[in-house]
């Protein structure tokens, strides 16, 4: 796994994934049908062990994985971020988990996903950041198009997601435009902080 500092915010603590995350609270988010159901994760069963091949499995890689912690409420663990880097070609694409129940509609996904857009984009120095979701997932369309995502190609019919064939949904972020928009998402993120409390 890729180096890298903790990131801070207000009410995050966005740190490397470490043994202290691997608990049977994180595994039952992994198993949870409600929150899994937008995602490929859905059809497996997971367990400690498998979650443990999933970290150890960024091992030598330049790929990060971040647990998502609350620190204002003393909620803790409430989520996970990673980033598969493509070294050669300056690329992140991005994955997110917000799965403590408590964490919900309070902002913390566009909170996380704001600042490891600025570390990617300012310390390791990524020109483009990309996600991906089923176009059914609307709160995840929501989420990507607020921090200035816009989409960058459809792949029709992909999955299969309530016996419906669904498209997958491919948004990217190019850093010059993080640059000039990157001031208006922290003053955002400062009125959503204060609108939270």
């Known amino acids: 796994m890729a180096t890298s500092e903790d990131i801070r915010t207000k009410r995050l603590l966005i740190t490397p994934f470490n043994k202290e995350h691997l608990t049977e609270r994180y595994v039952r988010w992994l198993n949870d049908p409600d929150l899994m159901r937008y995602s490929e994760q859905r059809h497996r069963v997971h367990t400690i062990e498998s979650c443990l091949k999933y970290w150890q499995s960024f091992e030598g890689t330049p790929n990060y994985f971040w647990a998502i912690e609350e ?32 964490a919900k509609n309070k902002g913390y996904g566009t909170e996380t996903l704001i600042s490891v857009c600025n570390y990617l984009f300012l310390k390791v120095w990524i020109r483009k950041l990309t996600a991906g979701t089923l176009s059914v997932n609307i709160p995840m369309l929501k989420l990507m198009r607020r921090i200035g995502m816009v989409e960058d190609g459809i792949r029709k019919r992909h999955y299969v997601f309530s ?35």
Not at 89 to 98: E, H, R, S, T
Not at 177 to 190: G, H, N, P, T, V
């Open 71 to 102: 620190v204002e409420e003393g909620i803790g663990h409430i989520g996970n971020i990673n980033a598969y880097i493509d070294e050669i070609n300056f690329l992140a694409d991005v994955g997110i988990l917000i799965g403590d129940k408590h």
């Open 163 to 197: 016996d419906q064939e669904e498209d997958m949904v491919h948004m990217a972020l190019f850093k010059e435009k993080w640059i000039s928009i990157s001031s208006e998402l922290a003053l955002f993120q400062e009125c959503m902080h204060q609108d939270k409390r």
